[in-house]
């Protein structure tokens, strides 16, 4: 019987975790074509020459969460966990850089079934969810999880199930309940303000 994807993971994270390190380029061999066809999607809309592409979104990832040789996972949600966060430091990096240098803002609608292309167009958004959804993650955990998973790391309703442990029904309640407290949040704060605490 052939062991299924999932399974795969778990083994190897496993393996990684208890010190096999030669693991971690067949962790990440099989992981890989599924999180760039993630973010190739996530970023379809991106306009041609754009800051960030998939590719190094992802190799940057890499470089933050396997160069290390202490690497420690606890399972899949760990790890998905782990790869969103990354992107999500990656991506709020960039929009810091870029409101930076040219200050300014007034967006109001947060697009988040649209990914990670749309925010990317307005870094001040960026900075804005980042900054709310660090409240989020005090208030709900597993909302703020779902959020990660599902917007930075790009997993579907049943990969981010599968990850949390949870039913797919209570991922979509969470998902829906987190961007309409994502949205209410945002309007909240403002983008002008989560800049200005950030720099």
């Given at each position: 019987m052939t062991e299924n994807p999932a399974g795969t993971v778990t083994r190897l994270l496993a393996q990684v975790s208890a010190g096999e390190q030669d693991r971690i380029d067949?962790?990440?061999s099989l992981v890989y074509e599924q999180l760039h066809?993630?973010?190739?999607?996530?970023?379809a809309n991106e306009a041609p020459g754009?800051?960030?592409?998939?590719t190094a979104l992802?190799?940057?990832?890499?470089?933050?969460?396997?160069?290390?040789?202490?690497?420690?996972?606890?399972g899949r949600a760990h790890f998905y966990g782990a790869v969103s966060q990354a992107m999500r430091r990656i991506l709020v990096e960039q929009a810091r850089r870029q409101v930076s240098s040219k200050r300014g803002g007034g967006c109001c609608h947060v697009p988040l079934d649209s990914g990670i292309a749309e925010i990317q167009k307005e870094p001040s958004l960026m900075l804005a969810l980042d900054a709310s959804?660090?409240?989020?993650?005090?208030?709900?955990p597993r909302m703020g999880d779902?959020?990660?998973?599902?917007?930075?790391?790009?997993?579907?309703?049943?990969?981010?199930?599968?990850?949390?442990?949870?039913?797919?029904?209570?991922?979509?309640?969470?998902?829906?309940?987190?961007?309409?407290?994502?949205?209410?949040?945002?309007?909240?704060?403002?983008?002008?303000e989560s800049t200005?605490?950030?720099?």
């Open positions: 067949d962790l990440w066809e993630i973010a190739q999607g996530q970023m754009g800051t960030l592409q998939p992802l190799h940057e990832a890499y470089f933050r969460l396997l160069g290390s040789q202490d690497v420690q996972w606890d959804l660090q409240r989020l993650e005090q208030f709900d779902v959020v990660k998973f599902r917007f930075f790391a790009g997993l579907s309703v049943e990969q981010t199930s599968a990850a949390l442990n949870v039913s797919p029904r209570t991922v979509i309640r969470d998902w829906i309940a987190a961007r309409a407290w994502l949205y209410k949040e945002i309007e909240r704060i403002g983008p002008d200005s605490r950030d720099t």
